[in-house]
């Protein structure tokens, strides 16, 4: 190399790097920027839109040739106002405003949804925004800037390694109208279906129907024979489906992972498969089955036969990468073989979120050997859709149960039924998880985590934790023979009121208030009746002019609830927590504590 040549290398090394910034002006957001710190040679556009009432930018970005794009954020800023909190999906019910710089949020096809609200003391919306994008990496920073009392949003993309492709295009949504904060989550998480052509999977009624799960009494102690002990008593109590978790495929009960990944039926605790599931379909009820579907353990018979097919390295079990066309077949298969082996009628389908790469993607050292997709979360969707167009070949009705965080509008076309994260014995925890789901769920089934107290709790003391999961279709886990008549009773009756009330319930109207408290009211409202949950004893239930049957269930810890009658008077009638009628009572205009049993309920109509 002469020394011209060794001057141009030097001063190519010394060249910055090309970096963007792009700027546009919205009612909604303020000043919105674009910037990119090297572009790389993409070409980036950037345009407005207003329409039906809130306003979104279009980002594209396009290069000559296929190569991994560039990273970039947007951002913008605005005063304060009467900002006091920020809802995001997966904020369990605290929705502090942080400062902005403290926490960074996160959603991809298997974390959360990128939407994000600011709203008021009042279950007002301030400014709710959104991205369409539900498969790829968001990193999410919001909250209060310090310096200027402002609050702040920046989105930033590709910031994971990505595989090379020549176009990409993307939508943010500024929504600042005044109403409330819940409306707006809805119609952001809708856009975001619409704009990305997403159809969620259907869900049948069977979706809605309480349920059993064997994980929080038995854990990996499972056996055939006292599952169908506890599925009778089950059906007895209205139950109508049980979900068969972790344990039926070992041997080993230590709570890992490492015997995942052959899914053969360990014979020590259920002999014969087939046969136990066709004993629980006799006794009336439906028979799902778990899987931790990207994990294949060290001491499975799996593990070698996928060695340089996974995503991580971990000490008792390795992470698929669904890539691989032969993983995605795998997989397909085993879910497929069970169905026809077993007649399950569905599949807890658990670990969707550690589909991701931590680090350098092995794709690339590997050149990306042996993969017939490049993109992650591509080869997620397609697996994904895989798995459920295969299963509903079989059977039409089949039942597909996610867990929480996995919860965005990209795998609702997977599944139908979204249940809320691990929170043994945790009621608000619970409660809390329910309302976010039902923001963002659509019309899929929303699942509370599996119910349990403590055996010698009383009655009223055990409602709570069903009261707390009212709103959702309600898991329990609770081992039926070991519990006292009187909570059977109690149970019998919330199983019955949920579904004579289901309608109300689960499909229509919901109202999930001061999300910064951890909802302590919830309301759901049809065309015939209010239902209205309490869970603080001091907190106003204000009740408007209105025809329709009112119930307001009592989950606080106190035997009386005030109650505000705006106008007018109305006929009450109080049960306790067995469905039992107690007294009745009348209620004039003004405030009034009421005494109802705590874990009960009032039946309000007109005088």
């Given at each position: 190399?002469?020394?011209?040549?060794v001057f141009?290398?030097?001063?190519t090394?010394s060249?910055?790097?090309a970096?963007?910034?792009k700027?546009?002006?919205?009612?909604?957001?303020?000043?919105?920027?674009?910037?990119?710190?090297?572009?790389?040679?993409?070409?980036?556009?950037i345009?407005?839109?207003?329409?039906?009432?809130f306003?979104?930018?279009?980002?594209?970005?396009?290069?000559?040739?296929?190569?991994s794009?560039p990273?970039?954020?947007?951002?913008f800023?605005?005063?304060?106002g009467?900002v006091?909190y920020?809802?995001?999906?997966n904020?369990d019910?605290?929705?502090?405003?942080?400062?902005?710089?403290l926490?960074?949020?996160?959603?991809?096809?298997?974390?959360?949804?990128?939407?994000?609200?600011?709203?008021?003391?009042s279950?007002?919306?301030r400014?709710?925004?959104?991205?369409s994008?539900p498969?790829?990496n968001?990193?999410?920073?919001?909250?209060?800037?310090?310096?200027?009392?402002l609050?702040?949003?920046?989105l930033?993309?590709f910031?994971?390694p990505?595989?090379?492709?020549t176009?990409?295009c993307?939508?943010i949504?500024?929504?600042?109208?005044?109403?409330?904060?819940?409306?707006?989550?809805?119609?952001?998480?809708?856009?975001?279906?619409?704009?990305?052509?997403?159809?969620?999977?259907?869900v049948?009624?069977?979706?809605?129907?309480?349920?059993?799960?064997?994980?929080y009494?038995?854990?990996?102690?499972v056996n055939?024979?006292e599952?169908e002990?506890?599925?009778?008593?089950?059906?007895?109590?209205?139950?109508?489906?049980?979900?068969?978790?972790?344990g039926?495929?070992?041997g080993?009960?230590n709570?890992?992972y490492?015997?995942?990944?052959?899914?053969?039926?360990?014979?020590?605790?259920?002999?014969?498969?087939?046969?136990?599931?066709?004993?629980?379909?006799n006794?009336?009820?439906?028979?799902?089955i778990?899987?931790?579907?990207?994990f294949i353990g060290?001491?499975?018979?799996?593990?070698?036969?996928?060695?340089?097919?996974?995503?991580t390295?971990?000490?008792d079990?390795?992470?698929?990468?669904?890539?691989?066309?032969?993983?995605?077949?795998?997989?397909?298969?085993?879910y497929?073989?069970?169905?026809?082996?077993?007649?399950?009628?569905?599949?807890?389908?658990?670990?969707i979120?550690?589909?991701?790469?931590?680090?350098i993607?092995?794709?690339?050292?590997?050149?990306?050997a042996?993969?017939?997709i490049?993109s992650?979360?591509?080869?997620?969707?397609?697996?994904?859709?895989?798995i459920?167009?295969?299963l509903e070949?079989?059977?039409?009705?089949?039942?597909?149960?996610?867990?929480?965080?996995y919860i965005?509008?990209?795998?609702?076309?997977?599944?139908?039924?979204?249940?809320?994260?691990?929170?043994p014995c945790?009621?608000?925890?619970?409660?809390?998880?329910?309302?976010?789901?039902r923001?963002?769920?659509?019309?899929?089934?929303?699942?509370?985590?599996?119910?349990?107290?403590?055996?010698t709790?009383?009655?009223e003391?055990?409602s709570?934790?069903?009261?707390?999961?009212?709103?959702g279709?309600?898991?329990?886990?609770m081992?039926?023979?070991?519990l006292?008549?009187?909570?059977?009773?109690?149970?019998?009756?919330?199983?019955?009121?949920?579904?004579?009330?289901?309608t109300?319930?689960?499909?229509?109207?919901?109202?999930p208030?001061f999300?910064q408290?951890g909802?302590p009211?919830?309301?759901?409202?049809?065309?015939?009746?209010?239902?209205?949950?309490?869970?603080?004893?001091d907190?106003i239930?204000?009740?408007?002019?209105?025809?329709k049957?009112?119930?307001?269930?009592?989950?606080?810890?106190?035997?009386?609830?005030?109650?505000?009658l705006?106008?007018?008077?109305?006929?009450?009638?109080v049960?306790?927590?067995?469905?039992?009628?107690?007294?009745?009572?009348?209620?004039?205009s003004g405030?009034?504590r009421?005494?109802?049993p705590?874990?009960?309920?009032?039946?309000?109509?007109?005088?």
């Amino acid at each position: 190399m002469n020394a011209f040549s060794v001057f141009c290398l030097i001063a190519t090394l010394s060249l910055p790097a090309a970096a963007m910034t792009k700027n546009i002006t919205t009612r909604s957001a303020g000043d919105v920027q674009l910037y990119c710190p090297n572009t790389n040679g993409w070409n980036f556009s950037i345009s407005q839109q207003n329409s039906d009432g809130f306003e979104s930018i279009k980002i594209e970005l396009s290069h000559s040739e296929p190569t991994s794009p560039p990273a970039f954020n947007v951002s913008f800023s605005k005063p304060l106002g009467d900002v006091r909190y920020l809802w995001h999906a997966n904020d369990d019910g605290r929705c502090a405003l942080l400062p902005s710089w403290l926490k960074k949020y996160h959603s991809d096809i298997a974390s959360g949804v990128p939407v994000y609200t600011f709203l008021n003391n009042s279950n007002a919306n301030r400014l709710t925004f959104a991205v369409s994008e539900p498969f790829r990496n968001i990193e999410a920073v919001a909250g209060a800037v310090e310096d200027d009392a402002l609050i702040e949003g920046k989105l930033s993309f590709f910031s994971t390694p990505e595989a090379p492709i020549t176009h990409y295009c993307t939508e943010i949504r500024f929504d600042a109208s005044n109403r409330f904060y819940g409306d707006a989550i809805k119609d952001a998480v809708k856009w975001i279906s619409d704009r990305c052509g997403i159809t969620s999977a259907p869900v049948p009624d069977t979706a809605f129907d309480p349920l059993y799960s064997t994980w929080y009494q038995f854990h990996q102690q499972v056996n055939a024979e006292e599952i169908e002990k506890e599925c009778s008593l089950a059906a007895s109590m209205g139950m109508k489906t049980i979900i068969l978790d972790d344990g039926w495929q070992t041997g080993d009960n230590n709570r890992g992972y490492a015997y995942c990944g052959d899914w053969e039926v360990y014979s020590g605790k259920i002999p014969n498969m087939a046969q136990h599931v066709r004993n629980v379909h006799n006794l009336g009820l439906k028979y799902m089955i778990w899987y931790s579907v990207p994990f294949i353990g060290f001491k499975s018979k799996s593990h070698d036969r996928f060695k340089n097919m996974y995503l991580t390295n971990r000490n008792d079990r390795n992470v698929l990468d669904p890539r691989f066309p032969e993983v995605r077949e795998f997989l397909c298969s085993t879910y497929e073989k069970a169905l026809k082996d077993w007649d399950v009628d569905g599949f807890k389908l658990d670990f969707i979120d550690e589909f991701k790469i931590n680090g350098i993607d092995p794709a690339i050292e590997q050149c990306y050997a042996g993969r017939d997709i490049k993109s992650l979360p591509e080869s997620v969707d397609t697996l994904m859709t895989q798995i459920r167009k295969r299963l509903e070949k079989i059977r039409p009705d089949i039942l597909i149960e996610f867990r929480q965080k996995y919860i965005g509008p990209a795998i609702r076309q997977y599944g139908n039924m979204l249940r809320a994260n691990d929170c043994p014995c945790d009621a608000r925890g619970n409660k809390s998880r329910i309302a976010s789901l039902r923001l963002t769920s659509g019309n899929t089934a929303v699942h509370s985590d599996m119910l349990e107290w403590n055996v010698t709790d009383t009655p009223e003391t055990a409602s709570q934790h069903i009261l707390s999961a009212i709103f959702g279709v309600i898991q329990y886990s609770m081992n039926l023979q070991k519990l006292p008549d009187s909570h059977k009773k109690m149970m019998k009756h919330w199983i019955d009121f949920s579904q004579k009330h289901r309608t109300t319930l689960l499909h229509s109207e919901f109202r999930p208030y001061f999300p910064q408290s951890g909802y302590p009211v919830i309301e759901a409202e049809s065309k015939s009746e209010l239902i209205i949950a309490t869970y603080e004893s001091d907190r106003i239930i204000s009740l408007k002019p209105t025809d329709k049957t009112i119930y307001i269930l009592n989950a606080t810890d106190s035997g009386d609830i005030p109650v505000e009658l705006q106008s007018g008077s109305k006929q009450g009638e109080v049960f306790d927590t067995f469905g039992n009628s107690i007294r009745a009572c009348k209620l004039h205009s003004g405030i009034k504590r009421i005494s109802i049993p705590m874990g009960g309920y009032i039946v309000i109509s007109n005088a």
